[in-house]
């Protein structure tokens, strides 16, 4: 039965203070408090995100004796695919295994901008772009909460990296934060209304994410009026009452009640009103009925079925980097022989360490799966070792059997040891073995293929040496078979880069500020963060966010945009043709870019605003719309405190990748804004005259300043240049 307001506010009335008090914090590492004498249930919440990781007991830590659920691919991996629907389909699947194992909450989706591929926990995370990674999250949650189970939005906010993460201060400038690691937030609470939202464990601009007015109050409650819960992440408060004052709900995990005192003092002393402590607590009550509303005590999960649709998502998230002559896909016409090479093939890599990590129900690896697609002799070597990066040993084996075959599949990547939660990687190198064994066996065979397995950038200083590179990240429980029927054709790829690969470290837009030392962590590369840096400094990637390729061609035609003249508040409709124009079927990824021609702040070159993923038959032609609005043309302004939107030329650029925007279309904006919005004693004269309002004011006061003073003195200086510099149009 549905539990309503009065309901809530009844049993609040009847709670005790200390009731109260015990509510702001969890019961142990997976519940929160039940209140059993007033029917308040607790909730278990469980990782995340791309699987379940339930422990036996919710007071049990769930690391070795988690219950088994499908791994599906992880987060790098899922935004890949960027497609919606493929994200809502997996939040969907989390939801039963959920509702199966009696878990309310999963804790995920992790959303955090990808500031540098050295993130210890990139393969957690979506994307280095917000309007990515916030739609692809706002669809994950749909997906869940559809089926009545809760999710948890984290890290809110600027988490983007492991080392000394509950200390380091992010600090970064506002415009920066709003455009680049809010708006990622924003989409997702905008257009999914996560149960919860899970603070960071890092400051941000020296105030904790978990007890950080700024963050709670004025964004998350008061701009986007969120009404859900602020869990904190696991043990990371260590003001509880600043905390409770911001806007966080409940700590967890359950703190044994450390902090009860000091709440109680603070609401002796008036520090803390209980007003403020009865709003937190009134929103919990609500999230704790809502949680058991939907449970089902039947509820199944088809764990074979589910290995099936873990094998088709990781498919639709490969992302095919090169493919020169059509190296791929493997087929007994172009191959009559294949050596595999590589360990990941026998002990695949399917996913990342830490508080994600699911026990698997089944995993497959590439040498069975390949064995079984193919019908042409295979040979296998596993070219390297995954506990020694530097053994060399068994590359001459390799090599023999490289030359022996008609094509070498070489499956190399990252190690488990090499990225995890909890630290950040130091360099961008696959191990030194790793890297010789591509060397030497791509000096022998001219059609080596290689697959990566890895859930962030690597370099590639072989990459001209081979003909095809096929990125799978980490693919979850079935990858392997999807890699399989990859490439042997049975799937064509369909995946886009959601982040850039540079050349070098050296490349990368934090590279000196990253990882923060001393407790502080500047964001100094502003908004120029992933593309948005590699265009602004014109340097060339390795492979450029949103590239990949398929085993077909498309082509893009017909821009046509509503109205070349755009007025505020008016929608702008953009349509564009796709054409797939080779002989398979296959899915592309339509990119839209907003480039602002001219622009008093500087701008990146061009932001991401609208994607679409689309499958065409060979031959097949299909338009697809876009909608615009006044935001998606804006950047913050900090001075006016706001979102605007300047009036001037843009232009709309469509492409495949953010280096492939063959489609351009322009139009006019006219912003009914007058600027600047507000003056103070530091407004300049340019500013003032830059307000069509306040320019006469300007003109009548500069003047007669200008004419009290004696000619001889001013000279002609009025005349011929304040008025001629300043008031001239
Ligand atoms: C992680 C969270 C996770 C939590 C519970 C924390 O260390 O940062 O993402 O949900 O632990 O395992």
Redesign the pocket.
């Known amino acids: 039965m549905k539990t309503t307001r009065a309901d809530i506010e009844e049993i609040l009335q009847q709670l005790t203070l200390d009731e109260k008090i015990s509510l702001v914090s969890g019961r142990d590492a997976w519940s929160t408090k039940p209140i059993e004498r007033l029917g308040v249930p607790s909730v278990w919440v469980a990782?995340?995100p791309h699987g379940l990781?339930r422990a036996p007991e919710t007071y049990l830590p769930g690391f070795g004796d988690q219950w088994p659920s499908t791994c599906f691919p992880t987060a790098s991996a899922l935004a890949a695919s960027w497609n919606v629907d493929l994200l809502k389909t997996t939040g969907e699947l989390l939801a039963k295994e959920c509702l199966a194992y009696g878990v309310q909450v999963i804790?995920?989706p992790?959303i955090n901008i990808k500031r540098s591929p050295l993130g210890g926990r990139n393969f957690?995370y979506f994307s280095e772009d917000p309007v990515l990674a916030g739609e692809l999250a706002a669809a994950y949650i749909n997906g869940v909460q559809q089926h009545g189970v809760g999710t948890?939005l984290?890290?809110f906010a600027c988490n983007s990296q492991e080392q000394n993460r509950m200390v380091v201060s992010s600090n970064v400038d506002e415009r920066t934060l709003r455009e680049i690691y809010l708006t990622n937030f924003e989409i997702a609470i905008d257009k999914s209304n996560p149960w919860t939202v899970?603070a960071a464990?890092n400051p941000v601009n020296g105030d904790d994410a978990t007890a950080n007015p700024f963050l709670l109050t004025d964004i998350l409650q008061t701009e986007w009026q969120y009404d859900g819960v602020v869990l904190s992440?696991?043990?990371s408060v260590h003001l509880p009452v600043k905390a409770i004052k911001a806007g966080l709900h409940i700590e967890?995990p359950g703190n044994d009640g450390v902090h009860v005192d000091e709440i109680k003092l603070a609401l002796e002393t008036g520090a803390l009103s209980e007003t403020t402590l009865d709003d937190r607590v009134r929103d919990s009550l609500v999230f704790a009925f809502k949680a058991h509303e939907q449970a089902d005590p039947t509820a199944h999960v088809d764990h074979e079925a589910h290995h099936q649709e873990a094998e088709a998502i990781a498919a639709d998230c490969f992302v095919l980097l090169k493919n020169d002559h059509n190296a791929l896909p493997l087929t007994p016409e172009k191959y009559n022989s294949v050596a595999l090479i590589g360990e990941f093939a026998v002990k695949p890599r399917f996913q990342g360490n830490?508080?994600?990590e699911v026990k698997e129900t089944k995993l497959t690896n590439l040498k069975d799966e390949l064995a079984q697609q193919i019908s042409v002799p295979m040979s296998y070597s596993s070219g390297y070792r995954l506990d020694d990066d530097h053994d060399t040993s068994l590359i001459a084996e390799a090599v023999k059997q490289a030359q022996q075959a008609e094509a070498a599949i070489v499956h190399v990547g990252l190690p488990q040891h090499y990225e995890s939660?909890g630290y950040d990687r130091k360099h961008l190198h696959i191990p030194p073995a790793q890297v010789a064994l591509i060397e030497a066996v791509s000096q022998v065979q001219a059609n080596t293929i290689v697959v990566l397995t890895n859930g962030a950038p690597i370099d590639m200083p072989w990459h001209n040496n081979v003909p095809a590179i096929l990125e799978t990240w980490l693919p979850g429980q079935a990858g392997a078979t999807a890699i399989a029927k990859t490439l042997t054709g049975v799937y064509n790829p369909s995946g886009k880069l959601p982040e850039t690969f540079p050349v070098r470290l050296e490349d990368t837009p934090c590279f000196l500020d990253f990882p923060g030392l001393d407790r502080k962590l500047n964001f100094s590369e502003g908004v120029f963060v992933g593309y948005r840096w590699y265009d602004a400094r014109k340097i060339e990637p390795l492979f450029p966010f949103g590239h990949g390729l398929s085993y077909t061609q498309f082509e893009l035609s017909d821009l046509s945009i509503s109205s070349q003249k755009v007025t505020q508040g008016d929608a702008l409709t953009v349509q564009v043709k796709v054409t797939n124009s080779g002989i398979l079927s296959g899915q592309e990824v339509v990119q839209l870019y907003v480039h602002d021609t001219d622009s008093r702040l500087p701008r990146p070159e061009k932001e991401l605003k609208r994607f679409a993923k689309i499958q065409l038959a060979p031959g097949e032609t299909k338009t697809l719309e876009f909608e615009l609005n006044t935001r998606d043309l804006s950047y913050f302004d900090e001075q006016q405190g706001k979102w605007l939107a300047e009036s001037g030329d843009f232009e709309i650029r469509i492409g495949n990748s953010s280096q492939h925007t063959p489609v351009i279309g322009k139009f006019t904006y006219e912003s009914a804004e007058v600027l600047p919005l507000g003056f103070d004693v530091r407004t300049t004269l340019r500013e003032w005259v830059a307000n069509e309002e306040t320019k006469p004011i300007a003109y009548d006061l500069v003047k007669d300043f200008f004419m009290t003073m004696p000619h001889e003195i001013v000279g002609d200086l009025w005349d011929f240049n304040i008025k001629n510099d300043f008031f001239m149009d």
């Open positions: 990782d995340g990781r804790l995920g992790g957690e948890s984290k890290h899970m464990y992440d696991w043990v967890m830490g508080s994600s939660e």
